[in-house]
């Protein structure tokens, strides 16, 4: 029944009459819901023994000194937070994060409009040229901007030399090192951004921007009055998803630096690694990866709070 | 008449429980032995040489058959973002199941001991037979006085340095001399030293091959400048576990790399362990400090660079000549069900005639923990030019001492110092960033106090 409480029609059990106990339990048995949760049941154990055990591990282990053998309380988080090289792993961290999605999201934007006037056949065309940065795995993707930027046998330092100029040491210096490390993530990550917005967009009625032009308003003004309010419940899940896998991210910046330049590169992730898995200190590791939980926690409840109160408001 | 009786043969319960349970434990006692049906897993280094995997298979492959035990060998990378080999001893000393024995670099067994069985009577074995293993093998593979890895040949190395004798000869030295492939003196080699080095940087530069040395974050990078603070007799941290950081040889050996940091390629900082091989091997560089790995690919890719290459002992600094060292262990588990079959495996590869056969199939990149076996035709053979690599194993009038960068302090945290590069960060500070020395020391004292604390 469309209630969900039973699949069960009345003449099916008439002059049927089972002990109450019985009865009852086959009624709760034959409910829709019931059904759904056991049909369910393999995707719960999965998700609760890949996702949710791992993650109340991490924060038991998280609590214990080095070896493993003895529990200390936040002793590792205190560690960390007063360590020079965690502050800076968390100003790159967030630096990293924010102003890569920044980018992907503003990038994305712009590329899904380009896209979406595009006729037909052309738009298909350059929709799957631009989401081949998306479908390579990232770190044979970085492999491949680290070759494009290595100090010593690059080929933007080709490029320099052939018009005369310099070869740079990019991932020599901080700061251009950071900014190659947002630039790959971008480069990978915007094609996702893009076919989002551009799908959202074919859902936004065509009239609306024939009655704008009618009315006279600008791209700009386009933009400002119809896209950016259709489209803002989709950038606002993009870039909490972004931003989680962002932050999480491992690939680039292990195949790009390494951490280097004296551990200005370092995310959380990067870091996790070389604190738990090189040095063998698995607890203050997990430590590490779990300081992405909290901040990625506080995201989630400000983003989604604002989807849930658009959808109830039906914007 | 009435028959005799039959014996009885129904088993009584007692009885039934003896057999039972010596049934059950005759898998047991085959297990305890080599010398019967059983399953060894091994996970081993990956080997780069292409014809050292095959060798190590097929002996382990042979020794399978002789001893009736069904060997499975796994070979695991190991390298910055490829790394299998930490991640399956972190997987499986965690989860307590999966290989048998288990390949380890450098810090490994320290990190995992307790996972580990001892394995006293296959070391002391091997060293009746061998004689002494070298020091830093002993630091990194002794537990409380107890060995809990073997340190293997396999994928164990110095890093020597690699030069250009075209280069060094026009600079008035001659590298073939210091270093004969022939039993010499250390005499010979009393002119290169660290100021030496020093004074050519600029000469190097000039000539378009700066020295490719490394200041990243990664082992050839960390083991260089811990040889540097070691021949300069400096420490961070002394055995006892007592902070060294404000001393006058730590000093010293910053404001040498401080100087020579100038003269170094542009992407010093960044190095990883594919730098100083490429630089090499791409006629950009005049000295690098590894294995003859990079000397063997430029023989397979750039033959005129490798015809130019001698390879022999790190520079003389202060307080001693030494040779950066990264040994490779292999370590049996505490859960293993098989350990006198490891035991037994780990005592038959390492007799001289494995070693021997392995060091040949990896082209003498390996080197093994007992000064005994440094004298192999491999080192003499191999070429161009003949001789180039027979300096490689620390021939005794080297006189030249292993280092690991990190050494002497306790080793939870000297493994700490070597992973977070702690003094390469030092240098790249202070040299490159231009920041003040008092800063950076206070910078280091507070991280190697988290160090000690940990």
Redesign the interface.
């Known amino acids: 029944m469309a209630d969900g409480t039973t699949t069960v029609s009345a003449p099916a059990l008439r002059g049927f009459a089972p002990p109450a106990r019985r009865s009852s339990l086959r009624r709760f048995a034959q409910r829709r819901s019931t059904v759904a949760v056991l049909m369910c049941l393999p995707l719960i154990c999965l998700i609760a023994g890949l996702v949710v055990y791992p993650f109340f591990y991490s924060i038991w282990l998280s609590l214990l000194n080095?070896?493993m053998?003895r529990f200390i309380a936040l002793f590792n988080y205190r560690?960390l937070l007063?360590?020079?090289?965690f502050q800076l792993v968390i100003f790159q961290s967030c630096f990293f994060a924010i102003t890569a999605v920044f980018f992907k999201a503003l990038i994305g934007f712009i590329l899904a409009h380009v896209m979406h006037n595009i006729s037909g056949k052309d738009q298909k065309l350059w929709r799957g040229v631009l989401l081949v940065p998306w479908v390579i795995p990232p770190?044979l993707s970085t492999l491949g901007w680290w070759w494009m930027i290595?100090?010593?046998?690059s080929a933007i330092n080709w490029l320099l030399e052939q018009v005369g100029m310099h070869?740079v040491?990019w991932?020599?210096s901080?700061w251009w090192?950071r900014i190659w490390v947002v630039a790959v993530n971008v480069w990978y990550g915007t094609p996702f951004f893009m076919i989002m917005y551009l799908a959202t967009l074919k859902s936004v009625p065509d009239q609306l921007y024939e009655a704008a032009a009618i009315d006279g308003a600008t791209w700009l003004q386009k933009i400002r009055y119809i896209s950016l309010p259709m489209l803002r419940n989709i950038i606002s899940i993009t870039v909490l998803f972004s931003l989680i896998v962002t932050f999480a991210n491992f690939?680039i910046v292990?195949?790009l630096?390494?951490?280097?330049?004296?551990?200005t590169t370092h995310v959380f992730a990067t870091y996790a690694f070389?604190?738990?898995?090189?040095?063998?200190?698995?607890p203050?590791g997990a430590a590490v990866s779990l300081f992405i939980f909290p901040i990625l926690a506080i995201f989630s409840i400000f983003i989604l709070r604002g989807v849930g109160r658009r959808a109830q408001e039906g914007i | 008449m009435q028959e005799p009786s039959k014996p009885s043969t129904r088993i009584s319960r007692r009885s039934a429980i003896k057999l039972g349970a010596a049934a059950a434990a005759l898998p047991l006692v085959h297990m305890q032995t080599a010398h019967a049906a059983g399953s060894l897993k091994l996970a081993f280094w990956d080997h780069w040489v292409p014809a050292a995997n095959p060798t190590m298979q097929k002996l382990v492959a042979q020794w399978g058959a002789k001893n009736h035990v069904d060997v499975s060998l796994d070979l695991l990378s190991a390298g910055?973002?490829n790394?299998k080999m930490?991640?399956a001893e972190?997987a499986e000393a965690?989860a307590g199941t999966g290989h048998d024995v288990m390949v380890f670099q450098a810090?490994?067994v320290?990190?995992?001991h307790?996972h580990l069985e001892p394995i006293d009577d296959v070391v002391e074995g091997l060293i009746k037979q061998y004689g002494p293993i070298d020091a830093m093998d002993a630091y990194l593979g002794k537990v409380n006085g107890h060995w809990m890895g073997f340190p293997t040949s396999v994928g164990t190395q110095y890093k020597p340095s690699c030069a250009r004798i075209s280069l060094f000869k026009k600079w008035g030295y001659d590298v073939t001399a210091w270093y004969p492939n022939k039993p010499g003196d250390a005499k010979t080699a009393e002119a290169w030293t660290y100021d030496l080095m020093l004074k050519l940087a600029p000469e190097a530069q000039k000539a378009g091959k700066p020295f490719g040395l490394g200041l990243?974050?990664?082992t050839d990078s960390v083991d260089m400048t811990g040889t540097i603070l070691r021949a300069h007799g400096g420490v961070l941290v002394d055995e006892k576990g007592n902070m060294q950081l404000r001393s006058d040889a730590v000093q010293a050996a910053l404001e040498y790399l401080i100087k020579l940091y100038p003269y170094l390629?542009?992407?010093?900082?960044?190095?990883?362990d594919a730098?100083n091989n490429?630089?090499l091997i791409?006629d950009?560089a005049a000295l690098i400090f590894n294995p003859p790995s990079a000397w063997w690919v430029a023989r397979r890719d750039a033959i005129h660079v490798a015809e130019d290459c001698w390879t022999f002992p790190m520079p003389l600094g202060p307080k001693g000549r030494y040779n950066s060292h990264l040994p490779f262990f292999w370590g049996i588990w505490s859960f293993s069900p098989n350990k006198t079959a490891a035991k037994e495996l780990i005592t038959w590869l390492q007799q001289r005639a494995q070693v021997e056969t392995l060091c040949d199939a990896a082209v003498g990149y390996d080197i093994p923990p007992f000064a005994s076996m440094h004298d192999f035709n491999i080192w003499s053979t191999v070429k161009p030019p003949l001789g180039t690599v027979y300096n490689y194993p620390i021939r005794p009038w080297h006189d030249t001492q292993t280092n690991v960068a990190g050494y002497p302090a306790p080793p939870?945290i000297a493994?700490?110092l070597y992973?977070?590069a702690t003094f390469?960060?030092m240098v790249?500070?202070l040299a490159?960033?231009k920041e003040k020395m008092k800063n950076v020391l206070d910078?280091a004292e507070?991280?190697i106090n988290?160090y000690i604390?940990?």
């Open positions: 080095r070896a053998t560690y007063r360590s020079d090289t770190a290595s100090g010593d046998y070869p040491a991932l020599a901080t090192a690939d292990e195949n630096t390494a951490g280097a330049p004296a551990n070389q604190l738990g898995i090189q040095s063998g200190n698995i203050l | 910055t973002a790394d930490l991640l972190a965690l810090w490994g320290q990190q995992y307790q990243g974050l990664t390629p542009a992407d010093t900082v960044t190095y990883d730098s490429k630089a791409s950009s939870h493994t700490q992973t977070n390469n960060v790249v500070k490159k960033n910078w507070n991280e988290g604390n940990m």
